[in-house]
């Protein structure tokens, strides 16, 4: 399996937060997590909120741990929500199913981190995620 290499985990913040300047998004935090859910890069722009960091790396946590981007996720919680509740609970709430989440696979296939987002509307931070990722020829999984 590919190792996830912190170059690799600082340039997908990189240009993650350059698309998002790009969009005119309101200020983000950035999260990169390796497959084992060890934090590998995290920035928070100026002015991104002081719960950012947290929720960004909850979005990438909750989709390494259910195997699913913060998408997919989203929708299945409404569907059950107490299950996605007891999820919550369970993982000492560090799952946040909303976009944002996306999984890194390698050109095999494999996952082999993921991205979480925070800081515009989550389809918003879902595109920056997808964009840092594709910058460094990984492949973005937002099911």
């Not at 790009?22 to 859910?37: I, R, W």
């Not at 002015?47 to 960004?56: D, F, K, M, T, V």
């Not at 946590?61 to 997919?72: E, I, Q, S």
């Amino acid at each position: 399996m590919q190792i996830f290499s912190l170059d690799q985990a600082s340039a997908i913040v990189d240009a993650a937060l350059a698309h998002a300047r790009a969009q005119d998004c309101h200020p983000m935090t950035v999260a990169v997590l390796d497959a084992g859910g060890h934090l590998l890069a995290l920035k928070r722009e100026d002015n991104s909120g002081i719960l950012r960091p947290q929720i960004a790396q909850a979005k990438a946590w909750g989709a390494l741990g259910m195997g699913h981007g913060g998408r997919t996720l989203a929708e299945r919680a409404a569907i059950a929500p107490a299950f996605y509740a007891a999820l919550t609970d369970i993982s000492g709430g560090r799952i946040a199913p909303v976009p944002g989440g996306v999984l890194v696979r390698n050109a095999q296939g494999d996952v082999i981190g993921a991205v979480g987002i925070s800081g515009d509307h989550p389809d918003k931070d879902e595109a920056c995620a997808i964009h840092g990722i594709g910058s460094v020829g990984l492949h973005a999984d937002v099911n």
